[in-house]
């Protein structure tokens, strides 16, 4: 089975917050993360398994996406080790996204 992986960063954020984990999405942010759902779904890439860092700004990201593009009943793993992790580390958590995740 072909899959697809869809890499984003997140949206617009705040310059600063009490830590870098807590900086939230802007207004404009928010908006150009919604802007990127209606593209996923009027592009027919709507996933329907999400990786996702802990981080506040990456949740928020998520959470604005996945109402535009109607996802928001997909499987979501908000994940430390995609904030903290090494390249290989990440690789590793996203190796371990259900095998039933279809593109």
Same mark, same amino acid.
């Given at each position: 089975?072909? %899959? %697809?992986?869809?890499?984003?960063?997140? #949206?617009? +954020?705040?310059? &600063? +917050?009490?830590?870098?984990?807590? %900086?939230? !999405?802007?207004? %404009?942010? !928010?908006?150009? #993360?919604?802007?990127?759902?209606?593209?996923?779904?009027? /592009?027919?890439?709507?996933?329907? &398994?999400?990786?996702? /860092?802990?981080?506040?700004?990456?949740? $928020?990201?998520? #959470?604005? @996406? *996945?109402? *535009?593009?109607? +996802?928001?009943?997909?499987?979501?793993?908000?994940?430390?080790?995609? &904030?903290?992790?090494?390249?290989? @580390?990440?690789?590793? *958590?996203?190796?371990? *996204?259900? $095998?039933? +995740? /279809?593109?």
């Amino acid at each position: 089975m072909s %899959r %697809r992986l869809i890499v984003m960063r997140h #949206a617009k +954020a705040e310059p &600063f +917050a009490a830590t870098d984990h807590a %900086r939230r !999405l802007t207004e %404009r942010g !928010l908006e150009c #993360a919604r802007d990127v759902g209606r593209h996923l779904l009027e /592009s027919g890439l709507v996933p329907d &398994f999400a990786l996702v /860092s802990s981080a506040l700004r990456t949740r $928020e990201t998520w #959470a604005e @996406v *996945a109402r *535009a593009c109607g +996802a928001t009943d997909v499987q979501v793993s908000y994940d430390d080790t995609v &904030f903290t992790g090494s390249p290989d @580390v990440v690789l590793e *958590a996203i190796r371990g *996204a259900p $095998e039933d +995740a /279809s593109p």
